[in-house]
Structures are given as C-alpha cells and as structure tokens.
C-alpha cells in the first residue's frame, strides 16, 4: 500500500495490534515488566555490555511495547541544579508576562519552557555539561538513532489542577493535520519514528495523582496511527485502556514517538509535577548543503508574480524547490503555531504573497520578520 486514507483507520485494527504482549523473556536486562512497560534499574544497566543493551532497547522501542523505563538514570543533585534553572526560567516567563503555549494542551494552565537545552547551556553551562554528561542518555539515544543525533529540550510543569493533554503522536507526522499527513506515502509514516527518540526525565517524585504521562503500550506499530488518533474512538479507548506509571526523581522514559501518549492530568494539591522532555534527532534530517532560502525566494517573487497566470505554469513546484516548507526547527517562544500544531513556514508566506498579490518589499520583510522570530538571540 502506497497511500494511507484516514478513512480506513479503525479502531478494531489498533485493537488486533493491541493484542501484543511484553514477553519478559524478550527483556532479560529488564528487572521487571510493569504494565507492559520493561523497568530497568540504572546501576544495573552500568555494569553490562553496552552493545547488548542497546540491542535490547532498540527491539523494545520498535518490536516491543514501544516504550522503556530507566530507573535511577539521573542523580538526584544533578537533576535539583537543573529544577532550579528552570524554575528561574519559569519565573522570568511569569515577570515577563509571557505564557508559552502547548501542542496538545490548552496554553497557560501549566508552565512549558520551550529551548530549554539553549536557555540552560547559556545560563549555567557547569550543570548543563553536568546534566547532559549522562551515561544513559547517550546510550539509549544511540541505541535508537546512531551517533551524531541532536538533542532538543522543553520543560514542562503540570501544576497542581492542570489538565494534561489530548491523545496525540509526535513530531514528525503527529504534528500534521491528517490532510497533510495523507499526503505522505506510508513508508513515509513507518521512517517519521524511527527520525526521533521522545524521553522525558522526572524532576520530582511523581505519583499516579500529580499525573505522569499516559501511554498506550504496543500503539506505535498499527500502520494508520498517524491518520488516526483524532478520530473520537480512538481517544475514547486510550483513555479507557492507558497505562501510568509512577515515577521517582531522576528516573527517565524512552519511548517510540508513534506511541499514543498525553500528559496526565494533575490531581494533587501540592505537586508541581516537572519533566525535561527531551526530543532527540537522526542526524539525517538534514540536506547536504546550505542554501539562503530567503534570498532566493526574495529573487524569484518578480518572476512568480508574471507568471502566476500562466495555468500551464506549476508555481507550487518552484516554491517547494526555493523556499523552506517545514515549519522546523524554529524559536517556539517567538514563532508559536497559530491555527494548528506548527507555525506558517517560508512556503505558506510566498503562496499568501501571491494570492494577495502583495508587492516585493512587502514579501522581503515578511520573509525577514520570519527569519527573525526563529531566531534564539532572545534567550
């Protein structure tokens, strides 16, 4: 099958997927499987061949339930020196009146830090390089990706009464609407999780009640997940059918980015629940070259603007060869999304420029005012 249709994503196929079991024979680093859900002891995890551990949680993240759990994987002085940063950071945002929005939760009920990796490295670099020294981190991320990954962070903190989140995949294709993941060819939607390694890196104790993400073990293997989880019944099940588990401080999560996941909800009184959710990158997400995108649409929008009458004339083409059309990376303090999950991009400015038939110098300071918001100058 070349092509994926929303409408053929039915929940009794998730289900038939669903029927997976963890086998703890598969696992046999593990120290025991809870909830479908492989949980490692990190000292543990030290003393073994590195290679046979990461070929166990490759076989986790991709045939298994999609997800691991290190326990221990952070010391517990490493991870307060990065809790107080970022409830500094935290509290710059409140001073500054600004309230940093969220991809699958409502804005301004909880506190999200977006570039937190950046706005730490600059702001207190010894317990950066003491926070990302991490053995583990490296390990997994390797075990998932190979060398030469990237790693992005973004604090978020599920205050006591906060709502989590709605049922979602991620990055890439989950932060699609279905219309535009559609338009990718299925093998397309198995390469988009094997492109990131989501995790998440408790800096508190986090019981059941303060709401520690849900996930939904084995989900990342049914095909139409992407075209799928908005639909109503497939949220209805996850809601009625996901896994929590508790969490201590320093403990980290691991898990496939196709797997049905949202941040819980937070029903304590007291705990302000805190992750480092980290996002880390395949190093072949990237072109070979650089090329000045802006100057070349810039230069090109005279020649646009002739020949967009032209029926015969495919302009769509020439802007998907110029200019930028994926929203990422960008400053997501700056550059929020608007009407969905990802902000306008390079494409969506020169396509608006020419149904509106807007005159050069008005394209060329668009362009730059965009450039300007992705940007990080402002950390």
């Known amino acids: 099958m070349t092509w994926l249709n929303p409408e053929d994503a039915h929940l009794d196929d998730l289900l038939k997927v669903l029927d997976d079991r963890t086998d703890p024979a598969d696992y046999p680093f593990a120290d025991t499987i809870e909830q479908q859900v492989p949980l490692y002891d990190a000292a543990r995890l030290r003393k073994e061949d590195p290679a046979e551990v990461q070929a166990e949680f490759a076989k986790a ?82 075990a998932w990706l190979g060398p030469a990954y990237q790693v992005t962070s973004q604090v978020n903190v599920v205050n006591p009464g906060g709502e989590g989140q709605t049922v979602h995949r991620d990055y890439h294709l989950g932060f699609q609407s279905n219309e535009v993941a559609a338009q990718y060819p299925a093998h397309v939607h198995k390469l988009s999780s094997v492109l990131t390694l989501q995790g998440a890196v408790a800096h508190c104790d986090m019981p059941v009640e303060s709401g520690p993400t849900l996930y939904l073990p084995h989900s990342h293997k049914y095909e139409l997940g992407y075209l799928a989880w908005r639909k109503p019944e497939f949220g209805e099940h996850f809601v009625a059918h996901h896994v929590q588990l508790p969490l201590a401080k320093g403990d980290a999560v691991f898990f496939n980015p196709a797997l049905f996941h949202a941040a819980g909800s937070n029903h304590s009184t007291d705990i302000l629940r805190m992750a480092n959710l980290l996002q880390i990158s395949s190093a072949f997400g990237r072109a070979m070259e650089s090329v000045d995108r802006v100057r070349m649409a810039v230069t090109l929008y005279p020649v646009l603007r002739t020949l967009r009458q032209d029926d015969a004339f495919d ?40 149904a509106e038939d807007w005159p050069d110098d008005r394209l060329q300071q668009a362009l730059d005012e965009h450039a300007v918001r992705r940007r990080t100058e402002n950390i």
Do not use: C
Not at 61 to 84: N, Q, R, W
Not at 134 to 142: E, F
Not at 319 to 344: K, V, W
């Open 61 to 142: 993240l991709s045939e298994g339930p999609g997800i691991i759990v290190l326990k221990g994987a952070f010391g517990k002085d490493v991870v307060d020196a990065g809790t107080a940063e970022f409830n500094r950071m935290i509290e710059d945002q409140h001073r500054s009146g600004t309230a940093a929005g969220d991809h699958f939760a409502k804005p301004g009920a909880n506190d999200r830090v977006w570039n937190a990796l950046e706005k730490l490295a600059l702001r207190a670099p010894e317990v950066f390089a003491a926070y990302y020294a991490n053995d583990l981190l490296a390990l997994v991320a390797k």
């Open 315 to 354: 302009l769509d083409n020439v802007i998907a060869a110029s200019a930028e059309g994926y929203a990422f990376p960008t400053n997501l303090d700056r550059d929020q999304p608007i009407g969905g999950l990802a902000p306008p991009t390079q494409a969506d400015l020169v396509r608006q420029a020419l």
